[in-house]
């Protein structure tokens, strides 16, 4: 499996954020466990093995990366309920790639899940809280900030302030709303769904065209209309949304960068009658 893709003169690169581990039945919600079990094996807690496949981009104009897994923040307790298998998370993963924190110029989140946007933040050894990439801009949909800092009972769990509060303090915070261009050749495109302000990041050079899907479509098991996350917030939505998108890329021929997909970080789909979607194109 290689880890890198080019989209024209866009590169991008695998940089793990962790393993870790959640329960099968809420990752397939109303898959009943006898179908699901054949294409994820779960441990003898119910827990399927799960990546955080986060993105390096270098596009002519800027470093970016996608996502920043759940970083170093993780209570020991924490660490043995989810499995996590990375004490460095992304930044160790960076460095493997040659690259340090303070040369990211763009964090993009996909959404305030604390294994999507965990890892852009850190504990000092004072005990302070800092964004983990000094100079980034931190680029988040308008509606997904207002869900996160909103106080509502019904957010409070999903999303832990540690995450994210200090990002607004440091003046490193930018929201967008709806579709918006991030940097040239790269874009956030708005779902919900997964989310109130979950986003997918599109990544376009030279007729060429990749697309991060976050949570629309977390594994490669879940690329039938129905096979959805109990962790949804609007699940409905989710079914409206995903085949509409995984439709535009399979007609597109585009790559499908995945966060979650523990063995392959992307492929290329095509229409199936009878399976919806199926995989043609794997890296």
């Not at 965990?118 to 869900?147: H, L, S």
Request: aromatic letters at 8%; proline letters at 6%.
């Amino acid at each position: 499996m290689t880890t890198w893709l080019e989209i024209g003169k866009i590169r991008l690169t695998t940089v793990p954020g962790g393993r870790f581990r959640l329960d099968g039945g809420a990752m397939f919600g109303v898959v009943p466990r006898p179908l699901w079990m054949r294409r994820a094996e779960p441990d003898e807690q119910n827990r399927i093995t799960l990546a955080t496949n986060c993105t390096l981009v270098e596009t002519p104009q800027a470093t970016l990366l996608i996502d920043t897994g759940y970083g170093t923040k993780l209570t020991d307790k924490e660490r043995e309920i989810f499995a996590t298998e990375s004490l460095e998370g992304v930044v160790g993963s960076l460095r493997a790639a040659g690259r340090t924190p303070d040369q990211i110029d763009v964090v993009v989140l996909s959404h305030l899940h604390f294994d999507h946007a965990g890892g852009g933040t850190m504990r000092r050894e004072d005990g302070q809280i800092v964004p983990t990439f000094p100079r980034a801009r931190y680029v988040v949909q308008r509606k997904e900030w207002e869900a996160a800092t909103s106080g509502l009972s019904e957010w409070v769990s999903s999303y832990p302030p540690e995450n994210f509060a200090c990002l607004e303090a440091s003046g490193q915070l930018e929201l967008i709303d709806g579709e918006e261009e991030i940097v040239p050749g790269v874009r956030g495109i708005w779902t919900g769904g997964h989310s109130p302000g979950h986003q997918l990041i599109a990544i376009e050079d030279e007729g060429s065209l990749a697309v991060y899907l976050g949570d629309l479509c977390p594994t490669w098991n879940h690329l039938r209309q129905m096979w959805c996350m109990a962790y949804d917030a609007h699940v409905a939505e989710v079914r409206r949304k995903k085949p509409e998108v995984l439709g535009w890329l399979a007609d597109s021929q585009a790559w499908l960068l995945s966060d979650h997909d523990p063995e392959r970080p992307w492929v290329r789909i095509r229409r199936d009658d009878r399976r919806e979607f199926e995989i043609v194109e794997r890296e």
